[in-house]
Structure formats: C-alpha cells, structure tokens
C-alpha cells in the first residue's frame, strides 16, 4: 500500500491577528475576541517534557479525532467547539496552517480537575492498586493483575497540575474543591462518555482501558472541552492479543517512551532527539488510530 502524502509539520504557530494566550505541551491557544482558538500542533512530550522533534500528522489526529468523537456523543453532552473548518475575519489568512488541526471554541471557566474514568488496571491506577488494593481510594477485588479488566468503569478524579504531575484525588477531595453536586455530574457524565465510547470501540478492534476529559461552564451549563478520546488522553490497546498480566501495547506514544527507556534517558530537560523509526513507527500508530475508530483514513 502506498505511504499516505506527508502534511507540512507543525511545530509551532505565531497567528498574526490573534492574541496567543498560551503554548501548552502539545497546542497553541489564541484569544480570538469572545472565543478560543486550540491549535494542535505536532510537538510531543513525554514523561512531562516536550521533545525536540514532532511526530508528522499527530496534531491532525489529536483534532479530527476530537472532532469525530464530539459529534457522535453530543447527544450526551454539549461541547465547546464552534467550528473546526470555517476560519474567517483576521484567521482567514491562517486557513492553510489551520486546517485539520484546529478547533473555533466557546470560552468556559475550565473545572479545576481532571476527570479521569478507568475501565481497566493499569498506569498510575496498577500502581496505586498494587500498595493499596485501591485505586484512587476505590477498593478493587485481591489478587488482580496489570491490565485486567475492572469489575466495572471507575471514576478517578485528579488534579490538574500546570507543571509536572497531576495528583489523583478521590471524589470527596474534588469535591472539596468545586462542590459535591457538580463533582457527582461530572462523575455520571465521564461515565455514560466512556461507556458509549467503549461500545463504539470494542466492535473496531480497540480497547478503550482509561481516558481523561475535561468540562468547563459558561453559567450553570457544563461542557466537553479541549480533546475528546484522542490517543494523548486515553489508552487504546489492539483488542486482538490482548492478555492481562503485563502491560499492553498501545496506540499513542509507546514507541516513544519504549525509546527513551532504552537509551537511559534521565526524563530531565532537553530531550534527546527522536532517531527517524520512531517517529515514523509512533506517526503510524496515531494514524492507525485514527482509521480504525473512524473508518477511513486520516483524510
């Protein structure tokens, strides 16, 4: 089969007409009158440091992705996107950097807590699981392996950090901070989202193990915000070969984190520079992501 057409890389953009609010790990944010423009760039960080090279077509991913999950799960929750294709005014200039890999936003007060939901026992939640029996203060059944498969979806809440780690929370401390009644609605919403996406999922071949949202109000109206289901906020894992008792693996940055273990890298800034395999080993695996949960290639 014939290699997909390479897409100009994106390291960074500088939007002339709009107010960068912010260059995140991964995305470029702008202020662009009463409304966010979130742009995806292809930079790639791993264990909490942005690496030297980009991995081609991953900022496409992470927002058609996003893009196809929110339009398919809107019945269960409104999102914060007002266009990822019509870039007008003083972004018209930009369409052809901004094409595929940016999102037109409504501005919301973002909920100071990630919201995490575990479907099965692995990263951090393995961990936990094997000092406490618990995840997140969740007791979990004796004598579970790595990547088993959870009695049933969790919710772990965490903080979220601006640098660093975040720190997993229990309900009770998130509501702590934003309320109970808003931490239970954010609670059933995370859940009834990853149910249906691991409905969507299984049948295509892919685990869906954990994944992370994020919610914002504009009022007292809650919205899906930033990325939805992409390979940087979720674990996918091959349905096919999958067998608890080791870790698995997945459809994101593995073959990157593989790297950096390999080489002894001591996950302090810089980042050694990525050798050409792996970025075109870890770009296939963002892609073969992408074409599996859609049904087509990354257009």
Known sequence: MASPIMNPVVWETNLEGARLRNRGKVRDLYDVGDQLLIVATDRLSAFDVVLPTPIPDKGRVLTQ????????????????VITATDFTGDLAPHQAILEGRAMLCRKTEPIPIECVVRGYLAGSGWKDYQ???????????????????????????????????????????AAAVI????????????????????????????????????FGLIGSELLWIDEALTPDSSRF???????PGKSQPSFDKQYVRDYLEQIGWNKQPPGPVLPPEVVTQTRAKYREAYQRLTGHELP
């Open 65 to 80: 992705l996003s893009m196809f999950w929110f339009n398919l799960l809107r019945d269960v929750i409104p999102n914060h």
């Open 131 to 173: 000092k406490t029996g618990s995840v997140c203060g969740v007791a979990l059944p004796k004598g579970m392996r790595e990547s088993d498969q959870l009695p049933e979806p969790i919710f772990t809440p965490s903080t979220k950090a601006t640098t660093g780690h975040d720190e997993n929370i229990s309900i009770e401390q």
């Open 179 to 214: 309320g109970m009644p808003l931490a239970e609605r954010l609670r059933d919403v995370s859940l009834e989202i990853y149910k249906r996406a691991v409905a969507y999922s299984a049948p295509r071949g892919i685990l869906l193990a954990d994944t992370k949202f994020e």
């Open 237 to 243: 894992w091959p349905a096919a070969g999958y067998q």
